[in-house]
Each structure stands twice: as C-alpha cells, then as structure tokens.
Nanobody
Framework: QVQLVESGGGLVQAGGSLRLSCAAS????????MGWYRQAPGKQRELVAT???????TYAESVKGRFTISRDNAKNTVYLQMNSLKPEDTAVYYC?????????WGQGTQVTVSS
C-alpha cells in the first residue's frame, strides 16, 4: 500500500484560495486513481475531485470551476487548488489512493473558510 500525507490546510476568508498537497510514498507504482474527499462536521465524507492514471479528472458539482486537481509525478504529489472558497467548503480534506486491490487514506487536513 501507500502512505499519504496531506498538507496546506488552514483558515482563509471567503473568496480566498488554498492549495492542498498530498505526498505519496510506498507502492506508488500500483496506484490507479488519486482523489480528494472532504467531511464537514455532522456530514458524510464526500468526493471532491479525482484524477486517474490517464489524466482524466472528475469533480463534484459544488466545486466545478473553482477547484483543480493536478499531480507532479516527479514529486509523487497530488494537489488540490481551491479558489473562490466559500464557508460551505469548510471541512477536513482527505487524500485517497486507489489501486486495483486496495485503497489508502491520508490523515486529513482542516480547511476553514470564514464569512
């Protein structure tokens, strides 16, 4: 499996930007898809964005046009650029890696957007 470490969370005002990073180590050669998920207090974890090995991306409707998922293969890192942040984007953001037989989660990073 892989180990995932997220960073880049913090407190930002509405309309601001943050970039989250997810550094992967371990069996990275077996990763097919990478994704960002989030979980707000009292809510279920939800998908934010995914990026597959072929470069195809998917986004939740609520973040389309504002968030961008990307990767740097040389650094084994996936990013989530978040622009035009809204208070409803406040959540713990988790990175996830999927192979054909397992998946791994990072520990999460808190994003708080103030109004």
């Amino acid at each position: 499996q892989v180990q995932l470490v997220e960073s880049g969370g913090g407190l930002v005002q509405a309309g601001g930007s943050l970039r989250l990073s997810c550094a992967a180590s371990g069996s990275i050669f077996s990763i097919n898809d990478m994704g960002w998920y989030r979980q707000a207090p009292g809510k279920q974890r939800e998908l934010v964005a995914t990026l597959n090995s072929g470069g195809r991306t998917t986004y939740a409707e609520s973040v389309k046009g504002r968030f961008t998922i990307s990767r740097d293969n040389a650094k084994n890192t996936v990013y989530l650029q978040m622009n035009s942040l809204k208070p409803e984007d406040t959540a713990v953001y988790y990175c996830r890696a999927d192979s054909s037989s397992w998946y791994s989660w990072g520990q999460g990073t808190q994003v708080t957007v103030s109004s």
